[in-house]
């Protein structure tokens, strides 16, 4: 792959989990509330497929969506308005944390009831087959969205009329506390697209690189006429389920594997000899945080210096402090603007 | 030119026009394409226009529901058919999160140019899980327009505003009203889709009803006219939003009014109607608003059970003789 697509890659996660990290600080300052659903170790699934698509595709994404609103080129500050709610925000403050939209980047929202994603793509895929246009609808959610009723109903339509759309799972493995040993009685999630006749893989969602890979050649495939396809992410969230969640019920050795952030590595894998990580958990790299796995291998082979890193990272935190200036400053909407949106679809339109 | 038309013709040509029109419309819904609707509302259209503008899907409501948003944010306008309203309880999510908040949710970006039709109510011992209307339940959406449309006139041409608006809209048809008829003129200029009309004009109570429950307070208003009472009747034409200037003028000329609704009456549209009449119209009115409506039980199957648990023209006739006569006594 090359140097500068890697470099971007590195930059597009660091951003990523700077991001976040952010956002979770300011929600502890009290300058953030209500739901904050967090990205952190699900990185290279957002970064990799995102770059992987056409500015004419479409997005359609959950309420853990930060990231995927930042990779598809939408303005840090805008993002982080919106998490404060004010009229700068990408959603005018109208939206929040888990509704992020952006018509003119084809990001066609955050969606926080689990499973709404799966019709709304369909949806989409249907008006691109409609207008016979080269274009596909990347679809994300979790694993704990493929209990509901919307995956089974959706995958079945966009099976039947060929839908371009791509469902990418995200599989971190927990539906909040519920870990998917627990809550589905087939855990490789790619195998049930075999019910609808939808090809399906399961990836390594910890390693950007496969990530872009596979979600290329699967767009390729959808662009050609191929129908819907499903991409299956191994990945995991370090974080809790959202800022009001400790994440208590996850076995510490399991997060240690993923994060990599322990400093007494041979206790950790101790540790998780005994108190194992899921299966699927296991197929990527336990030692390694996902972004410093991708530094590494750019160290290894030259593509990169620690310097470089250090300048991104300073270069991140100052469009941080910008957004986060930006955010603070904006006003907010007034209760007169709010009910103009709320009827301005019809204000052209005689009522009575 | 009027022609006299059942109402499922008159909802057939509305689409027919609508989609001849606006190459941006399709149909999807269960049995729409070949089969041709169940009430006959979409037939023929597959043959004229094709698969893809015609489309049956599976038994999957809230998905083909939220499907129908998702190609409304991309431009299209979707018209889906639910074949029962009883089968939207499993779509309620798609019209209540997704059809009726994306378009404030995302600040304005994308319009959700959506119409629902469905059928509801009582009709001839369907029993109790297809015999309701749960108008009340989408009323309490803010971001719905909801249309009760009683002639084959307003189905043709509230069904047409619907199409053509950019709101998600939300269309009530009554299962016992396909099959009336009724003259049609389908180049008329249709009144404003919300507008309520006076389909019968009076002096003495009002009484305010929408879908086939103005076709009870119309023959209630012939009987109370052989005891000398002069029953106004106002057709809703419309759920969300609500004419209120038309029912406080004609409260303002009566003084009583009635409310008659075929769904159970707690918590039902008659709550909110005699609510906000009273609110606005208490110095007009001579005696507390009424409310004729479904008893509180689910609707039996048994034929005279069924029923007796919704009103009819002698409950209307019953309760305006009541209101009038407390009145004459009273004063």
Known sequence: ?352 | MDENLFYWQAVNIALDRAMEEDPDVFVMGEDVGLYGGTYRATENLMAKYGELRVRDTPISENSFTGLGVGAAMTGLRPLIEIMTLNFALLALDSIVNLAAKIPFMSGGQFPVPLTIRMPGGVAKQLGAQHSQRLEHTLMNVPGLRIAVPFTPQDAYGQLRQAIRSNDPIIVLEHDLLYFSKGAVDLDAQAPPMHRAIVRRAGTDITCAAYSLMVAEALAAAETLKESGISMEVIDLRSLSPIDWKCLQQSVEKTHHMIIAEEDSGFAGAGAELAATVQERCFYSLDAPVSRVAGMNIPIPFNAALESAAIPHAADIVVAAKKMLLERSQTS
């Open chain 1, 1 to 352: 792959m090359d140097h500068e697509r890697l470099q971007g890659f590195l930059y597009d996660m660091l951003l990523a989990r700077a991001f976040e990290e952010r956002a979770a600080q300011e929600y502890t300052q009290g300058h953030i509330a209500g739901f904050l659903h967090l990205y952190p170790g699900e990185e290279a699934v957002a970064v990799g497929s995102i770059r992987a698509a056409e500015p004419s595709d479409y997005i359609v994404s959950t309420y853990r969506e930060h990231v995927h609103a930042l990779i598809r080129d939408i303005e840090p500050k805008k993002i982080m308005a919106e998490l404060y709610g004010k009229s700068t925000g990408v959603s005018r403050g109208m939206g929040g944390s888990m509704h992020l939209f952006d018509k003119e980047r084809r990001f066609m929202g955050g969606y926080a009831i689990v499973g709404e994603t799966f019709p709304i793509a369909a949806g989409i895929g249907y008006s691109i087959l409609y207008r016979h246009l080269p274009e596909v609808v990347l679809c994300y959610f979790g694993d704990g969205a493929v209990n509901q009723g919307t995956f089974h109903e959706s995958l079945n339509m966009a099976a039947l009329w060929k839908l371009p759309v791509l469902f990418i799972c995200e599989n971190n493995h927990y539906q909040i506390g519920t870990e998917i040993h627990r809550h589905s009685a087939v855990v490789d999630v790619y195998k049930r697209a075999a019910s609808y006749a939808i090809p399906a893989e399961q990836v390594d969602g910890m390693d950007v690189e496969q990530v872009y890979a596979h979600t290329h050649s699967a767009l390729d495939r959808i662009r050609a006429g191929g129908g819907p396809y499903l991409l299956e992410f191994q990945t995991y969230r370090y974080r809790g389920h959202s800022m009001a969640d400790p994440g208590a019920y996850r076995p510490p050795a399991e997060v240690r594997a993923f994060g990599g952030q322990d400093p007494i590595l041979l206790a950790t894998r101790e540790l998780a000899r005994h108190n194992p990580p899921s299966k699927s958990a296991q197929a990527s790299d336990p030692a390694m945080d996902v972004i410093q796995q991708h530094i590494d291998k750019g160290f290894a082979a030259g593509h990169w210096q620690q310097e470089d890193v250090a300048t991104m990272k300073a270069q991140i935190q100052q469009i941080l402090d910008e957004a986060v200036a930006f955010a603070q400053s904006s006003p907010s909407l007034s209760m007169d603007d709010a009910v103009y949106l709320a009827n301005q679809n019809h204000a052209h339109e005689v009522l009575f």
